[in-house]
């Protein structure tokens, strides 16, 4: 659930927004939206999340439940999407029940899936051929920057949609950069994660030769972590 006691919302003109995909990111992010003002429409592969989250906030602006992506994003300005990979998405996405066949020309489709440069560039051609706007906005913060609405968003596409949904996604998001042309957002995830692995690693390696050399791993920890191991 987000924290809503100390997340503000700047106030901008509501929007017709649909959301997929309601997983530990999506389902706070999309209720930021809810909270900020905008008309929601959720989509989730498993129905009875979705008619949770529709029952939680039913006090905000006309939460609705899509039976598929398409009915989700019928009428929307914009589609955001979470989902699990590139597989996923294009399930979302494509085909007769995929949100793209159900999104009026003009509309723009944001995805914050964690996926390929590769089907990014796809789905940002697939939309263009369909008069659709495509940006592909991986984000990092996990469950807890979701649900506090602080997320830091990395995004690839084109500048004109990019400046229409930044007002937007601030709602759930701390920074909201584009970072180039389509398919540039998962490219800066993959440097986001290979930092974050090298980290990973190395501390690992770190506990593993405490471990070997006999201390107390939890008390060196303790102490290094008082350090420049802290990683400030």
Same mark, same amino acid.
């Given at each position: 659930m987000p924290s809503t006691n100390s997340?503000?919302? &700047?106030?901008?003109?509501?929007?017709?927004?649909?959301?997929?995909?309601?997983?530990? !990111?999506g389902y706070p992010m999309a209720a930021h939206l809810a909270l900020a003002g905008h008309e929601v429409t959720v989509y989730n592969r498993t129905a009875a999340k979705a008619q949770a989250w529709c029952a939680e906030?039913?006090?905000?602006?006309?939460?609705?439940? =899509?039976?598929?992506?398409? !009915?989700?994003?019928? =009428?929307?300005?914009?589609v955001f999407c979470c989902v699990g990979n590139d597989d996923d998405l294009r399930s979302v996405t494509l085909g007769a029940d995929g949100a793209f066949a159900g999104m009026e020309p003009g509309a723009i489709f944001v995805d914050h899936?964690?996926?390929?440069? &590769?089907?990014?560039r796809e789905l940002y051609g697939a939309a263009r051929t369909l008069g659709l706007q495509f940006i592909d906005?991986?984000?990092?913060?996990?469950?807890?920057?979701?649900?506090?609405?602080?997320?830091t968003v990395m995004c690839g596409g084109d500048p004109a949609p990019f400046d229409a949904v930044q007002p937007v996604a601030?709602?759930?998001?701390?920074?909201?950069?584009?970072m180039g042309e389509s398919g540039a957002g998962q490219l800066t995830k993959m440097v986001n994660q290979i930092c974050i692995a090298g980290l990973?690693?190395?501390?690992? &390696?770190?506990?593993?030769?405490?471990?070997?050399?006999?201390?107390?791993?939890?008390l060196v920890l303790d102490v290094i972590g008082k350090g420049a191991a802290q990683s400030w």
């Open positions: 997340r503000s919302y &700047e106030p901008i003109a509501p929007r017709k927004i649909a959301f997929l995909g309601l997983g530990v !990111m906030y039913a006090g905000t602006r006309a939460p609705r439940q =899509g039976a598929t992506p398409r !009915m989700a994003a019928q =009428g929307a300005d914009i899936t964690t996926a390929s440069a &590769e089907v990014a906005a991986p984000v990092s913060g996990g469950q807890a920057g979701a649900q506090n609405g602080m997320l601030m709602a759930f998001s701390r920074a909201f950069t584009r990973v690693q190395g501390l690992s &390696e770190a506990v593993a030769f405490g471990q070997r050399a006999g201390l107390d791993v939890n």
